[in-house]
């Protein structure tokens, strides 16, 4: 493993460390977390499918636009189906 991969693994475990740390303190509805929360799985497996796959498999010319069709299901959830109503930050204003 080189210095970049291990600068990107760091980034991408503090982003998630970030993110439920974030839903603990903010209260964030379960779907909001899990919104991020795939979110973040996309963004995972787009930064890191060379890795884990072989040259030779057929999945990886697909691995791209799946990673981004999962990151944009998980905003989709997070920020589309979160009710209006429930940002709790607003009330605490």
């Given at each position: 493993?080189?210095?970049?991969?291990?600068l990107?693994s760091?980034l991408?475990?503090?982003?998630?460390l970030?993110t439920?740390?974030?839903?603990?303190?903010?209260?964030?509805?379960?779907?909001?977390?899990?919104?991020?929360l795939?979110f973040l799985?996309?963004?995972?497996?787009?930064?890191?499918?060379?890795n884990?796959?072989?040259?030779?498999s057929?999945?990886?010319?697909?691995i791209?636009?799946?990673?981004?069709?999962?990151?944009?299901?998980?905003i989709?959830?997070?920020?589309?189906w979160?009710?209006?109503?429930?940002?709790?930050s607003?009330?605490?204003?």
């Amino acid at each position: 493993m080189d210095w970049v991969t291990l600068l990107v693994s760091g980034l991408f475990a503090l982003a998630w460390l970030i993110t439920l740390r974030q839903s603990r303190t903010e209260d964030w509805t379960v779907i909001r977390t899990v919104g991020w929360l795939v979110f973040l799985s996309g963004a995972t497996i787009g930064a890191f499918y060379d890795n884990f796959l072989s040259a030779a498999s057929p999945l990886l010319p697909w691995i791209e636009p799946i990673a981004a069709i999962i990151m944009f299901v998980g905003i989709g959830i997070a920020w589309m189906w979160t009710p209006s109503g429930d940002n709790r930050s607003a009330e605490r204003r």
